[in-house]
C-alpha cells in the first residue's frame, strides 16, 4: 500500500495548485466522495487520434485533429490542473483545445467545464437541455438526480447541438447521438479514426446509470416520456456502429481491464471490441428494469 500510495503522492502534486491561488471555478466540489474518481492515470493513446487524459474513474477524452484538439468532458473542478497536465505531457497544450463536448450536465463529468473553457478559449458544445444546465451550473427537477447534485461553476458560453449533428474540427468529425435517460441532456458523441489502414468507430458514451434521488420515480406518469426515451437510448447504444467504446466511467465498460491489458501489449489492441455497445446497453436496461420492478414493489416509498 505505502508504495502505491508515495506514487500517487507524487503524481498529484504536479496538479496541485499554486500556493494560496483560490480560484473559484477549481474549487473542489464533495472532495471526499469524488477521491474515488480522481485516481490518477497516466495519459495514453487508445486508438489513431484518440487519447484519454482523465483518471481511473472518470474517462476525459482527447482527439488530436488535423486543427487543433476536442476534449470530451471536464470532469471535476479540482481536477481540472491535472487534465491540463495530462494533455501537456503527450505533447499538446490546453490552447489547442478548439471543442469541448460534454456528456451529462452532472458535476462530475461537467464541474470542470468552466475552467477548461476558460483556460483554453475554446467552445462547449452540449445537448440543448444539458446546455440550459450548464449555463445555471444547476439541474431542473427533470433531473432524477435532482435532489442530491450539488452545483458547480456554471459555463458562460455553451452551444447546443442537435440530435445527429456532425461537428467538424479539421480532418475530424464528430457526431452527436443523444442518449437520454440518466439525466434528460445526456448525450454521447462518436467519430472514425484510423491506424494507418486500419479504421474503428469510436463511441464515448454517457452514464446509463438509472438512478433517481427523493421521491423521483421513473414510473411517474409525470415521467412515461423520459423512461421512453432511456429505453430508446439502449436500442439506439445497440444499433450503433461501435468498435471502440469509452465510457464517461470507465469501471462502466470493463475500462481499467482494457487499459491495463493496452499498457502490456497494443497488440490486440484490448479496446476493440465490436459487441462492447450493445453489451453496455443490456446490462443497463437490466439495471432499469430492476428499478422499475423496486418503484413497483414495496422498496420504495410510494410517491
Ligand atoms: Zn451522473
Avoid at 499554486?18 to 466522495?33: C, F, N, S
Avoid at 455553451?158 to 440518466?182: C, F, I, K, M, S
Avoid at 439525466?183 to 458523441?189: D, K
Avoid at 456502429?241 to 502490456?264: M, R, V
Amino acid at each position: 500500500m505505502k508504495p502505491a500510495m508515495s506514487v500517487i503522492a507524487a503524481f498529484l502534486a504536479t496538479a496541485t495548485p499554486a500556493q494560496g491561488e483560490d480560484d473559484p471555478l477549481l474549487r473542489p466540489i464533495a472532495p471526499d466522495h469524488a477521491q474515488e474518481w480522481l485516481t490518477p492515470q497516466q495519459p495514453v493513446q487508445i486508438f489513431g487520434n484518440t487519447y484519454l487524459v482523465g483518471f481511473g474513474g472518470l474517462n476525459i477524452a482527447l482527439i488530436r485533429t488535423s486543427d487543433g484538439l476536442i476534449l470530451l468532458d471536464g470532469g471535476l473542478p479540482q481536477g481540472v490542473r491535472q487534465i491540463e497536465a495530462n494533455i501537456r505531457s503527450l505533447g499538446f497544450e490546453p490552447g489547442e483545445v478548439k471543442l469541448i463536448l460534454s456528456t451529462e450536465p452532472h458535476y462530475d463529468h461537467a464541474g470542470g467545464l468552466a475552467a477548461l473553457a476558460r483556460d483554453t478559449g475554446a467552445r462547449v458544445i452540449a445537448s440543448a437541455e444539458a446546455a440550459e444546465v450548464l449555463r445555471r451550473g444547476k439541474s431542473g427537477p427533470d433531473d432524477p438526480q435532482m435532489a442530491w447534485l450539488p452545483p458547480f461553476p456554471a459555463v458562460e458560453h455553451v452551444r447546443a447541438a442537435r440530435d445527429g449533428e456532425q461537428l467538424q474540427v479539421g480532418d475530424v468529425t464528430v457526431t452527436a447521438l443523444a442518449t437520454p435517460g440518466h439525466t434528460p441532456g445526456s448525450m454521447s458523441w462518436t467519430w472514425r479514426s484510423c491506424e494507418s489502414d486500419h479504421c474503428a468507430d469510436i463511441v464515448f458514451a454517457s452514464s446509463l446509470t438509472p438512478l433517481a434521488a427523493g421521491d423521483y420515480r421513473f414510473s411517474a406518469p409525470a415521467n412515461r416520456s423520459a423512461a421512453a426515451r432511456f429505453r430508446e437510448t439502449f436500442q439506439r447504444l445497440r444499433s450503433q456502429p461501435c468498435d471502440i467504446l469509452l465510457t464517461t466511467h470507465p469501471g462502466a465498460s470493463d475500462g481499467e481491464a482494457k487499459l491495463a491489458k493496452l499498457l502490456q501489449d497494443r497488440e490486440p489492441n484490448p479496446f476493440i471490441d465490436p459487441q462492447a455497445c450493445a453489451a453496455y446497453a443490456d446490462t443497463y436496461q437490466q439495471a432499469f428494469a430492476k428499478r422499475l420492478a423496486e418503484e413497483a414493489g414495496t422498496d420504495l416509498p410510494r410517491p
